[in-house]
């Protein structure tokens, strides 16, 4: 007990030393929309949109649920959603932790699971913007469940399974986790109960949720293609797991990020003279490639931070990979992940679009504040050397932060991009100039 409040602390310190300025970082697009969708209605309503047919998003009741929380108790704090976001990502860290200290009977390869995971760069739009916490939240969920289940707590896992699922569809595949690991590591006595109920929940959910839950417009936007493009988008996710920056200006970083891997790699094949340390690889690499789906298949969207399942197996690998050697050389190799993975945040934060568009609505927020047009005034968002129109109606998310904001002004938008905002209306106040 004492050991796991240890690393818990631990895990906490480097998170929050690591990615405290995620938690400074103002709303953006998505968050708006998702804010005014599931919270500060009235009750019945915010419920109703919560676990109802999707009006403005996908359907799932568990990442709406986080909103129709964050949104009545924080309203326009962005400090607090982050901070239940980090409460998540923490979670997920320590589970992660006691999972691989499990699966490799070593605490000390559990802990370097759990610091690999807590400090990844990838989890970097997961924790800058409030509203690609879906996969982290997801995972949080799969990775209790799948911890509960190494424990033999059944039932427990199977419920915590279900949330998980409320929460991302894409954690679909923690079932193929669980049969991998019934095979690998218990094969006589698989647990065929539990892997058939499993099984028909997951059934379950993929009726409910793609035949009543999913309309025709997200399979639209979403839509899944076998082409060129998904050779493309393997090797993109590949670089996000691996620990690459998905920016450019970083070669010598990627050098050394390149060497230390061989060195992980050296390392692996010693662990191949184990029956338990193959075992152990095969579901590291069994995770990586399953978590791979079906983002690979959607390669119009590439983001890292649905990469949480595939970061899950990457660090168990690193885990397995560093499991025999000397604590000295141990602290060394993590000390130099550790640098590549700041060096890669910094890099990130001052390229990343989440940053981009978060401070372009802050900026036309705090103006709209300056100006403090009357009440009803039509707000035109042009072309100007700030932005474009486009850009401002995509990080406002789509005019919502107005409403959001100034929901007692009942202000109306015009973005010149999509509509003719010339008109003779003297309560008219271009914003952005």
Same mark, same amino acid.
């Given at each position: 007990?004492?050991?796991?409040?240890?690393?818990?602390?631990?895990?906490?310190?480097?998170?929050?030393?690591?990615?405290?300025?995620?938690?400074?970082?103002?709303?953006?697009?998505?968050?708006f929309?998702?804010?005014?969708?599931?919270?500060?209605?009235?009750?019945l309503?915010?419920?109703?949109?919560?676990?109802?047919?999707?009006?403005?998003?996908?359907?799932?009741?568990?990442?709406?649920?986080?909103?129709?929380?964050?949104?009545?108790?924080f309203?326009?704090?962005?400090?607090?959603?982050?901070?239940?976001?980090?409460?998540?990502?923490?979670?997920?860290?320590?589970l992660?932790y006691k999972?691989?200290?499990?699966?490799?009977n070593?605490?000390?390869?559990?802990?370097?699971?759990?610091?690999?995971?807590a400090?990844?760069?990838?989890?970097?739009?997961?924790l800058?913007?409030?509203?690609?916490g879906?996969?982290?939240?997801g995972?949080?969920?799969?990775?209790?469940?799948f911890?509960?289940?190494?424990?033999?707590?059944?039932?427990?896992?199977?419920?915590?399974?279900?949330?998980?699922?409320?929460?991302?569809?894409?954690?679909i595949v923690?079932?193929?986790?669980?049969?991998?690991?019934e095979?690998?590591?218990?094969?006589?006595?698989?647990?065929?109960?539990?892997?058939?109920?499993?099984?028909? @929940?997951?059934? $379950?959910?993929? !009726? =409910?949720?793609?035949?009543? +839950?999913?309309?025709?417009t997200? &399979? /639209?936007?979403?839509q899944i293609?076998?082409?060129?493009?998904?050779?493309?988008?393997?090797?993109?996710y590949?670089?996000?797991?691996?620990?690459?920056?998905?920016?450019?200006g970083?070669?010598?970083?990627?050098?050394?990020?390149?060497?230390?891997?061989?060195l992980?790699?050296?390392?692996?094949?010693?662990?191949?003279?184990?029956?338990?340390?193959i075992?152990?690889?095969?579901?590291?690499?069994?995770?990586?490639?399953?978590?791979?789906?079906?983002f690979i298949?959607?390669p119009?969207?590439?983001?890292?931070h649905?990469?949480?399942?595939?970061?899950?197996?990457?660090?168990?690998?690193?885990?397995?990979?560093?499991i025999n @050697?000397?604590? $000295?050389?141990? !602290? =060394?190799?993590?000390?130099i +992940?550790?640098i590549?993975?700041? &060096? /890669?945040?910094?890099?990130?934060?001052?390229?990343?679009?989440?940053?981009k568009?978060?401070?372009?609505?802050?900026i036309?927020?705090?103006?709209?504040k300056?100006?403090?047009?009357?009440?009803?005034?039509?707000?035109v968002?042009?072309?100007?050397?700030?932005s474009t129109?486009?850009?401002a109606?995509?990080?406002?998310?789509?005019?919502?932060?107005?409403?959001?904001?100034?929901?007692?002004?009942?202000?109306?938008?015009?973005?010149s991009?999509?509509?003719?905002?010339?008109?003779n209306?003297a309560n008219?106040?271009?914003?952005?100039?």
């Open positions: 007990m004492k050991k796991d409040l240890c690393v818990f602390a631990l895990l906490t310190a480097f998170i929050f030393a690591f990615w405290y300025r995620a938690m400074l970082n103002f709303f953006a697009q998505d968050d929309i998702l804010i005014n969708q599931f919270s500060q209605n009235n009750l309503q915010d419920i109703q949109n919560v676990f109802g047919f999707p009006q403005v998003t996908h359907w799932r009741p568990i990442h709406n649920l986080y909103f129709f929380v964050t949104g009545n108790i309203g326009k704090n962005y400090f607090g959603y982050h901070i239940l976001t980090f409460l998540f990502h923490i979670g997920a860290s320590f992660v999972t691989a200290s499990k699966l490799t070593s605490s000390k390869a559990g802990f370097v699971a759990g610091f690999i995971y400090i990844h760069p990838a989890h970097f739009i997961s800058f913007w409030i509203s690609g879906t996969t982290l939240i995972f949080f969920f799969l990775a209790a469940s911890y509960s289940h190494l424990l033999g707590k059944r039932s427990v896992s199977l419920i915590l399974y279900v949330l998980a699922l409320l929460a991302s569809e894409a954690m923690g079932l193929i986790i669980f049969a991998v690991y095979f690998l590591f218990k094969r006589e006595k698989i647990d065929k109960l539990f892997l058939t109920i499993a099984g028909i @929940i997951s059934v $379950i959910f993929l !009726i =409910i949720r793609f035949d009543f +839950f999913t309309s025709k997200t &399979f /639209n936007v979403y293609e076998l082409s060129t493009k998904t050779i493309s988008a393997v090797k993109y590949l670089l996000r797991i691996a620990g690459f920056a998905e920016v450019s970083d070669q010598l970083t990627s050098l050394i990020l390149l060497g230390w891997l061989a992980i790699a050296l390392l692996l094949i010693k662990t191949l003279n184990k029956e338990r340390g075992r152990q690889l095969i579901l590291s690499i069994t995770i990586i490639i399953i978590g791979l789906f079906p298949l959607i119009k969207h590439l983001s890292p649905y990469m949480n399942i595939s970061i899950f197996g990457f660090s168990i690998l690193v885990g397995v990979a560093l @050697i000397k604590s $000295i050389t141990r !602290i =060394i190799l993590l000390s +992940f550790l590549i993975t700041l &060096f /890669n945040i910094n890099l990130t934060q001052k390229n990343n679009w989440v940053i568009r978060s401070n372009l609505a802050k036309y927020i705090d103006q709209i300056k100006v403090n047009p009357p009440q009803e005034a039509t707000l968002f042009t072309d100007n050397k700030l129109s486009k850009e109606y995509i990080a406002l998310g789509t005019g919502y932060a107005i409403k959001f904001f100034f929901s007692n002004k009942n202000y109306q938008t015009c973005f991009e999509f509509e003719d905002c010339l008109t209306n008219i106040y271009v914003i952005g100039d």
